[in-house]
């Protein structure tokens, strides 16, 4: 579909929640041609124009590697839903350039709990991704940020929420990333470089480092080895496997 590569210098609403409840409508589905029409089915819209242009934004968002993709097989696999609300926000972060700027620059920097002053959020994402942001985007900056969970509604403002860390979609957008057909060795700082840890809720390397110690630990990994100057990961299977 065509809103596969519009620009991105604008915000929808993110359809979070229903690309979620979504899940056991399409999961059986053996034809991509129909998931199209099946995840448009499942909306609440009226309006069937309206059905289809969400439907595209969430292929898009979350269905974009098909029906075998990392959202599906997560959800056959496992059908547990915290775990899919943390793989869902790390496939859309890692395709909405404007959300996902302001989750690792600007929410990074700031302290649980704080209230982010008004307009600040916007204000800073618009200078790191180069252009303005019109009114509407950045309302919707703020509220998808609250429905991926990074934000939540206070009497004063909004707050910054602490993202509950689900190991093992972490373990699994690792995989994603660096062990998706093969495995090979990874230096600490590639991975570090990549910011799908940030959109599972990580906040510092050493936070990182600690559950690459731990997925060690528990055999998850191949090999995680730290020596002298030495830093590197070995996955122990591809994304499949694991």
Not at 20 to 38: E, G, K
Not at 81 to 92: E, K
Not at 220 to 227: E, I, R, T
Request: charged residues 25%; proline residues 4%; glycine residues 6%.
């Amino acid at each position: 579909p065509r809103i596969l590569s519009r620009p991105q210098k604008t915000l929808q609403e993110v359809m979070f929640k229903e690309a979620i409840a979504a899940l056991p409508v399409i999961a059986s589905l053996s034809n991509l041609d129909d998931l199209r029409p099946r995840l448009a089915e499942s909306l609440p819209q009226n309006g069937a124009e309206t059905r289809i242009r969400y439907a595209d934004s969430m292929i898009r968002w979350f269905f974009r590697d098909g029906l075998q993709g990392l959202a599906l097989t997560t959800w056959r696999t496992y059908g547990d839903h915290g775990l899919q609300n943390a793989v869902h926000r790390y496939l859309y972060l890692s395709i909405e350039p404007i959300v996902a700027q302001c989750v690792v620059h600007v929410l990074s920097k700031l302290n649980d709990g704080i209230i982010v002053p008004d307009g600040y959020l916007a204000g800073h994402t618009e200078k790191l991704v180069g252009h303005p942001l019109v009114e509407l985007t950045r309302k919707r900056l703020l509220s998808n940020l609250r429905k991926l969970g990074f934000l939540e509604r206070h009497a004063t403002g909004d707050r910054l929420a602490s993202v509950a860390i689900n190991k093992t979609a972490l373990l699994l957008a690792l995989h994603n990333e660096f062990a998706r057909e093969e495995v090979r060795t990874v230096a600490f700082a590639t991975i570090a470089a990549n910011p799908f840890w940030r959109y599972c809720g990580v906040r510092t390397e050493d936070d990182l480092r600690d559950f690459l110690r731990e997925a060690d630990h528990l055999g998850l990994l191949g090999k995680y080895v730290v020596a002298d100057r030495l830093e590197q990961v070995t996955p122990a299977y591809t994304l499949a496997e694991l």
